[in-house]
C-alpha cells in the first residue's frame, strides 16, 4: 500500500525560513509562472508593483479607517499631485469609467443613484467619436446609458442638447486631427467630458484636464507600477465625489467594484512615485540597459536589432528583433519562446519575421540573458527541423472537407448550431461560417483527416473568433473550438482565444453545388 505525499500547506511554505526561488508561489498552484517581455498587458499580470507601493499596503493593513474618510485624504492627497480638484482610487479604468458614468447621470441624488441601471426620466445619452469606440465602451451602456456614436463636429452639435456626458478615448483623440478635445469643449459648453487615458501618463499639470476636460481615467496598475486591479478617476471635484458616492462601499450600483483600503493607498503612492522625474529617469535608464543587455546576446548572424525610442502612446523604449529566414513566422517563434522557455513576447505588434521586446517586466540582468540565449536556441532549431524535414511529394489528394456542415458548439450553459460551408483545394480550406445573428468568413488547412480552422466575423467593436480543431471519422467531425475576441490592431493567438473553450462536432449537411 502506497501512502499518498504528505500535504504542504501555502501557509506552511510562506512561514518557512527556507530561501524561495523567484515565482515558487506559482508552482505551489501547479502554475508555470513566465518571464514577461510583453509588457503592461493584463493578460501576463499588468505589472508587479514597486517596493515602496508594497511597503505602503503593508502599512495600510496594519489598521483600519472609514473609508469615506480615507477617500477624502487621498482626494485631496491626489488633487496636490496633479492640479486636479479631487481623485479617486478605482477597482480598475473600466470601473473608474462606469462610476463616472453613474455619476454624470445621476450625481449623487439618492433616488437616481438607487435606481441605476434604470435611468428613464434622467438625461442618459452618451455621446462618443465613432472612431474612439473601443471593446471596454460597452460598461457605458450597463450603467443605463445610451451610448450614442457621432461623426463630425457637425453631428455633435445637433446632439448636443440631449447628452449627459462626453466619452473620448486618449489614443484616439492624439491620432485625430479632426476632433480634436479643444473643439469638442468649445461646442459642448459644460456638459462633462471624460477621457480614456488608462495605458498613457499623468502628469502635472495634467495634460488633458490643462485641454478642457472634466473627468480623466488612468490604470493604476500598469506603468504606474500600483496595484494591478486599481485605476485613478481625476478631476470635477463635485462629479469625481459622485463617482465616489457611486462605488464601494456605498449600497449603490458600482458596490461590485470594491476596492480595498491597501489598494487605495498603494496606487497614490505609485502616482507620486511615476510624477517624480528621478524616479521616471531611473526607470528609463534600467529599460536601456535591459536592452542592450538583449541585444548584445543575441547572435548577430541570426537577428538584426534596433532600440525603438518610447512615445506619447508607448511609454517604454523597446527592442525590434528581426531575423531574415523568412521561412518562419513571429508567431511560431512567440509560441515557441512560450512553450520551451514559458517566456512571453507581445503577441501582437509583431510582423512576419520581426518581434517586439518590452522591457518594462523583465526583473534583472540574468532574465534580459535567458531571453537572449533562447531566441537564439529558438531560431536555431527551427532552421533545422525546416532543413532536415522529409521532402513532401505533391499535395495532399484527400479533399474530405468541401460541403456543407452543420457546425455545433457546446459553450457552457447552451449549444448552437451553426452552418458552415467549405472548399478545400488541397490543404487549404475557406469558406463561410454562420449562425443565427452573424456570418462571416472561415480559413484554415487540413493534413488528412484532421484540420484547424479560423472562423471570424465582426461584431460591434471587435472580430469574434472560434479557433476549431477537429479530426474527422465516420462522416463527423469531432474537436475543440477555442473562443475569443480581438480589435484589428490588438489581434493576437491570445486574444482570439481569451474566452475559453466548448466541445465541438460537425456533420456534412450536402455537397456544394457545382455550376456546369
Known sequence: MTSSPQFHSLGDKLGSNGKHRRGWIYDALGVQPIINCAGTRSSFGGSNPMPMVEQAMKAAGEAFVDMDELAEGVGRYIAQLTGAEWGVVTAGSVAALALATAACIAGNEPIAMTRLPKSDGLKNRVLIPRAHRFPYDSVIGAVGAQLIPFDSLEDLAALVESACMIC???????????????????????????????????????????????????????????????????????????????????????????????????????????????????????????????????????????????????????????????????DEIIARMLRDFRIQLPDFYSGENVVLVDPFNILDDEQARLV?????????????????????????????????????????????????????????????????????????????????????????????????????REGCIAGVARLGAATPELRSPSFCKQFGNAAWTARSRSKPQRSA
Not at 472634466?214 to 485605476?231: A, C, D, H
Request: charged share 20%; net charge negative.
Open 372 to 472: 537572449a540565449r533562447s531566441l537564439n536556441t529558438v531560431l536555431r532549431e527551427m532552421q533545422s527541423e525546416i532543413e532536415n524535414a522529409p521532402d513532401v511529394v505533391g499535395p495532399n489528394v484527400d479533399e474530405f472537407f468541401s460541403g456543407l456542415w452543420s457546425s455545433v458548439v457546446n459553450f457552457a450553459g447552451r449549444v448552437e448550431e451553426h452552418a458552415m460551408e467549405l472548399t478545400q483545394e488541397g490543404a487549404t480550406i475557406s469558406g463561410s461560417y454562420r449562425g443565427d445573428v452573424f456570418e462571416g468568413s472561415i480559413t484554415g488547412f487540413a493534413t488528412g483527416k484532421e484540420l484547424r480552422l479560423v472562423a471570424r466575423h465582426q461584431a460591434d467593436q471587435m472580430e469574434v473568433y472560434y479557433c476549431f480543431e477537429g479530426r474527422l
Open 168 to 330: 473620448l478615448l486618449g489614443r484616439a483623440e492624439m491620432a485625430d486631427s479632426e476632433i480634436s478635445l479643444e473643439a469638442i469643449r468649445e461646442r459642448v459648453g459644460h456638459i462633462p467630458i471624460v477621457v480614456d487615458a488608462a495605458g498613457l501618463s499623468p502628469g502635472k499639470p495634467d495634460p488633458w484636464l490643462s485641454r478642457g476636460a472634466t473627468l480623466v481615467i488612468y490604470s493604476g496598475g500598469k506603468y504606474l507600477r500600483g496595484p494591478q486591479s486599481t485605476g485613478l478617476l481625476i478631476g470635477s471635484e463635485p462629479l469625481a465625489r459622485a463617482a465616489w458616492a457611486n462605488g464601494p462601499p456605498h449600497l449603490s450600483f458600482g458596490r461590485a467594484m470594491k476596492v480595498g483600503k491597501e489598494e487605495i493607498v498603494g496606487a497614490v503612492v505609485a502616482l507620486e512615485a511615476w510624477l517624480t522625474p528621478s524616479l521616471r529617469a531611473k526607470n528609463e535608464n534600467q529599460w536601456l540597459r535591459l536592452l542592450r543587455t538583449i541585444a548584445s546576446n543575441l547572435s548577430p548572424d541570426l537577428f538584426r536589432v534596433s532600440i525603438q525610442p518610447s512615445t506619447w502612446s508607448v511609454l517604454t523604449p523597446r527592442l525590434r528583433v528581426h531575423w531574415v529566414d523568412e521561412r518562419i513566422s513571429a
